[in-house]
């Protein structure tokens, strides 16, 4: 399997966390960094604090993880392109760079949230967001049940074992996805 920075990309309850525990608990080859667990770690809160100190850190392991042969995937809302390429960019040569945007229906992402009782969010999210860059190199993850989540993760991991990625025919709509 080549070696892997992926950065997961969408609104709170969108699923990332799933998706990169399961893919962690799945490939031996994987770690999975989160900057809220960076934020608690250093300052015991996941609220915003000294963001510039969070990230270094969060990059420093990284580059390490991705140096010692170990794929990445990067738990974070990342809603700019600054923040995404930020994580996406690394100074380790030689690992294939993948931007999977969440996707989950408005209605349904409000369920989860009320679930969660996390005010604000969606909000927050909103007005932060921006479309990704077109150079970026992007995985749209559908997840609005689990049979979506199980169709997209298929196609995620079978791009993930493939070494001709991301030319093959089949997933051309998955990572070029048509607007």
């Given at each position: 399997?080549?070696l892997?920075?992926?950065?997961l990309?969408?609104y709170?309850?969108?699923?990332k966390?799933?998706?990169a525990?399961?893919?962690?608990s ?6 999975r960094?989160?900057?809220?667990d960076?934020?608690g770690?250093y300052?015991?809160?996941t609220a ?9 850190a969060?990059?420093?392991?990284r580059d390490?993880?991705?140096s010692s ?22 100074r ?16 349904e992402?409000?369920?989860?949230v ?15 967001w921006e ?6 190199p992007?995985m ?6 689990p049979?979506?989540f ?16 991301p ?10 996805p048509r607007?």
């Amino acid at each position: 399997m080549p070696l892997w920075n992926i950065v997961l990309s969408g609104y709170p309850a969108s699923g990332k966390t799933v998706l990169a525990r399961r893919l962690v608990s799945e490939n031996h080859n994987f770690i999975r960094l989160n900057v809220d667990d960076f934020r608690g770690m250093y300052f015991g809160s996941t609220a915003p604090r000294d963001e510039e100190f969070v990230y270094n850190a969060l990059t420093t392991l990284r580059d390490l993880a991705l140096s010692s042969e170990h794929s990445v995937v990067i738990d974070s809302t990342a809603p700019t392109n600054s923040t995404r390429e930020y994580l996406l960019n690394s100074r380790v040569r030689g690992a294939v760079r993948l931007l999977v945007l969440m996707i989950v229906g408005k209605t349904e992402l409000e369920n989860r949230v009320q679930q969660r009782r996390v005010k604000g969010a969606i909000e927050a999210w909103d007005k932060a967001w921006e479309n990704p860059s077109s150079h970026m190199p992007l995985m749209k993850f559908r997840n609005n049940s689990p049979d979506e989540f199980e169709t997209s993760y298929y196609v995620l991991t079978d791009l993930l074992r493939s070494t001709v990625h991301p030319y093959k025919r089949r997933f051309l709509d998955h990572i070029y996805p048509r607007t």
